[in-house]
Each structure stands twice: as C-alpha cells, then as structure tokens.
C-alpha cells in the first residue's frame, strides 16, 4: 500500500506523476525547517499505511482459517437426540478422547438411575391410588411401600452428591433439589437433568493430571458405596408390581423413557460398574445453552489431527433464540428429526404435537438465509421407537390427521415423514442445493438395526438389515463433510 517515495534528484518534468505519486515530491523552494517538519509527518504516514496492510492481512488470514474450520451446528427440537448424535461421532472417530470421559458418564448414568427412582418414590407415596394398587407380594401396601421408601432414603443424599460433583442443575430452578421441585408427576421431567456448558465436568473426573481433590473422590466414593448398598432394594423397586402397574396407568413405556436404567439397575448399582458405550449413548442430559465440542480426528489414518467443532445446542423453545449467532460460516447443518415424537407433546408446552413442532422448525432452519451454504443433513431419529409404537398398535393417523388410512407400519410412515421433510426443504431453501438424510437409532450404536438410506431429489429407498448401521451412516456424513470442506478450500484459493 505504502508507495516508495522518488529520490530528490527527480525533477520537475515529473509534474504529471507527481500528482499520483505518495508522498508527493517536495517542493523546490523547501526550507530546510518545512524539510523536518515534513519527513517527520511521512513517517507517521508510513507507519499508519504498514498498520493498515498487517490488519488487512490478518483480517484475510483469519476469514481464510474460519473458512478452513469444520463447524457444524446441531439442531433439533428437545431429546431429538443431538446429544446423542454428537456421543457416536466421538466414540466413532476419537474413542481414545472420549474414553477419558467414561468416569463422567458412570456419574450422570447413576445419576439418572437414581433420579429415577426417587421421583418414582416420591411420587408412589403422594398417589394414593398408586399404594392402594399395590404389589401382592406386600400384604400392607403402605406399610410396605414406607419400608421401601425409608431404605431407599439415602438415594437422596446420592442425587444430592452426584449433582454437586457434576455441577447439574434442576430444570428451571438450579440450584434445588430436583426431588424438591418435582413432586408432581411428569414423565418428560423424569430424568432432566442439565449440566451448565462452562462447568467442565468431563474434565473434571479425566483420568489423567491434575485430578480433582481427594475430598471429590471421597464423596464419589460414598455415594456410590450407598448405591451398592441400595442395589437389592433398588432392583427389587425396579421390579416391583407396583411401580409397574403405576407406570403402565400413566402410559409410560419404561424402556423408551430417555435416561430411564431400570432395566440394567444391578449393574448400574455395582462398585466397579464401568459404563459401556450403549450405556453412555442412552444416558440423558439435558444441554443448557450452547456447548462447543471440538472433535480432533483420531482415524481413520488419512484424517488423523482434522479438527471438527460441533455446536450442541439446548433444543427447549426457550433456548432456540440463542442459535442464530453460531449460524455464520456453517460447513454442515445436522437437524434431528425424532419421527417417534407423533404421539407425544412438547415438554415446554402440553398443546403442541412433537412432530408438528419439529417440522415446523424445520421449516425455519431451511429457509434460513444465514445458512443457505452449509450442507443439511436431516436424521429422521428414533426410528426404533416408532417401529415399536407402531407394532404396538398406536395408529398414526390418530394423531396426524392428513395420514388418513395409509398402512401403520414403518416403511410406510418413515416414507410420509420424509416426503414432508423434502418437500419443506425444496419448497423453503433460499437457493437449490443438495440434501443428505438418513433413518437413525442413535442409541443402537455398533449393534444390528434396521436402517434405511435416503437420498434426496433421487427416488433411492433402501431397506436393509445392516450389523453396522450408525458406523455406516457416520462414515458417509464424514465423506459428505469432507466433500464441503474440500469445495471451500478450493473457492478460498
Ligand atoms: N430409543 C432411542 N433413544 C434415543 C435415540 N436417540 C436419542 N435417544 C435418547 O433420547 C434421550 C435424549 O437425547 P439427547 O441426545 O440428550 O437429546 P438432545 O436433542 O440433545 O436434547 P436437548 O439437549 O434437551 O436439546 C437420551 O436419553 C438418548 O439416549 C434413538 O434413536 N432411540
Ligand atoms: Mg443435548
């Protein structure tokens, strides 16, 4: 930017570039006085022009490394499953990262089954009708009931201790109990708990250097030494008739509820349980806010050190304001679709249908101007789920309408949901561009599951059973992502 200055031997009948040269040429009759005063004010002139070029440079530099980022957003209404999503991601392509967070997850998978349980007992002795309805192998229900109650009563200093150690606060209310302010039932509510983004407590618990306080492990270790001793009742409460009965009247189906271990409580409740990762992936915590995740590919060997960042957000209606501003400089959009959600409603608000909310948000997060050049990947999740509440008899067209009298299976309703799907994205893109989606179980992991392979604005509909479903549908997101990042290398030069 700065142009060098001519030498003072150039003379006058350089007059026309004078007028285009900087600085300009002094002039003849220059005093030795205006001569000081003069090159003092180039100087400054020059050093304000060098500041000028390093900033622009590094304004360059640092929209070309924005560029070069991986980032991709998670989106989706509330227990879509994004979460979720992400914990595959880290157990697919950096297991040695994400198993320095195992420790922290056998805290949360504990904590969820022991919230469990206690919402269940407070609620259990608040509902009369639940006591009176209760199991044969007791002869004086409510007797028995408060004989289980009061030996399951330390399980409330372990929810008290396992929150304060993971630094997870109540729904709206943090800070309290979550027993406290639940004493009503809500099954949605159940096992929400939330840790706070900045509160690290994955890095609390690490393996490695610096390690927390001893006073933190001795706590850890009381709480769970009561959880062992709890473990007989705590099965036997998980297995009673009672529970049982209370839970089918509330039409709570026990093995779908996120966070819900019952059916694995003696493991759960042993000193030396270590988590497995299907445990980790169907554990329940709730995001508050928005979380970075940064992912540095550990393989396969050609990606090794590649870094991704995800941002995991809260999908409560509360939170979704905070999302637009980390809709810049987008590579990929990954929407959580839970297609099981058709019979349920929304946590923060009873009158509206889940599915309905998530189409329609859908809908806005297509027609997003800000995001019209990332690429969407759109998961229809919880495909397990709905093939059970399909197969159980729960008619769609019950609660969607416009389904009317089209067969209750599987294929047929995974096919209407994605007709939907498409046609808001093509009807609402700012400008043509692909779309990849993909029928999920993220909770299945590595394990055999029915899987089905969309491709977009193709007629392409594949059934297959396939032993290594997520693994597959991860490694085809991955190329879909490198493919973009490839593409902005090449436009940015
Ligand atoms: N059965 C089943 N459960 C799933 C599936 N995907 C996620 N879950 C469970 O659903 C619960 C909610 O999943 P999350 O990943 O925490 O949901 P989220 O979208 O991050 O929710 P917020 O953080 O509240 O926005 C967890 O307990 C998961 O284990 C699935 O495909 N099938
Ligand atoms: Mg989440």
Known sequence: MF????????????KTQMTNTWPPY????????????RLEEEKVAKRISEEIDRQIESDRQELKS??????????????????????????????????????????????????????????????????????????????????????????????????????????????????????????????????????GWKTLMRTEKPRPTSRFWDDLDDARRILEACRDDIVAMCEDKTVQHV??????????????????????????YTPTAEDILRARLRTA?????????????????????????????????????????????????????????LGEDRTTNRLVDSLKLWKTICS?????????????????ILEKKLKAGIRFAAHIEQYKDQPNDLEHVSMYIRRILLAIYKECSPKKRPIHAHMTCATVGYASSFSLTLTCFAQLFRTRQDTQMMSRVLCSVRDIILMKALETTQLIG
């Open 66 to 199: 924005r560029r070069l980022k991986t980032k991709i957003l998670l989106l989706g209404q509330a227990e879509s499953g994004k979460s979720t999503l992400l914990k595959n991601f880290q157990i697919h392509f950096a297991p040695k990262a994400f198993n320095t967070e195992v420790e922290a997850w056998r805290a949360v998978i504990q904590l969820n089954l022991v919230r469990s349980v206690n919402v269940i007992l407070a609620y259990l002795s608040k509902t009369s009708a639940a006591a009176a309805a209760a199991s044969p192998r007791f002869s004086k229900p409510k007797d028995d009931l408060r004989w289980l109650k009061m030996r399951l009563a330390p399980l409330r200093q372990v929810e008290v201790i396992l929150n304060r150690l993971l630094g997870v606060h109540g729904d709206d209310s943090p800070g309290e109990s979550p027993v406290e302010v639940e004493m009503h039932w809500d099954s949605d509510k159940l096992s929400e708990v939330a840790v706070g983004s900045d509160f």
């Open 26 to 37: 002094p002039p003849p009759d220059e005093t030795e006085l205006e001569k000081a005063v």
């Open 368 to 384: 997003s101007k800000l995001l019209e050049n990332a690429t969407f990947i759109v998961f229809m999740n919880k495909s397990d």
């Open 289 to 345: 806010g928005v979380e970075e995740h940064r992912l540095c590919m550990e393989s396969p060997p050609s990606e090794r050190g590649r870094e991704w960042i995800f941002y995991d957000v809260g999908g409560a209606r509360g939170q979704r304001a905070a999302w637009a501003a980390y809709f810049e400089d987008v590579s990929a959009v990954m929407f959580l679709c839970p297609i099981s959600g058709f019979d349920q409603v």
């Open 3 to 14: 142009v060098s200055r001519r030498t003072d031997t150039d003379t006058l009948n350089h």
């Open 247 to 272: 839970l089918d009247e509330e039409g709570i189906r026990i093995l779908d509820e996120p966070g819900f271990f019952f059916d694995q409580a003696s493991r759960i409740c042993a000193m030396d």
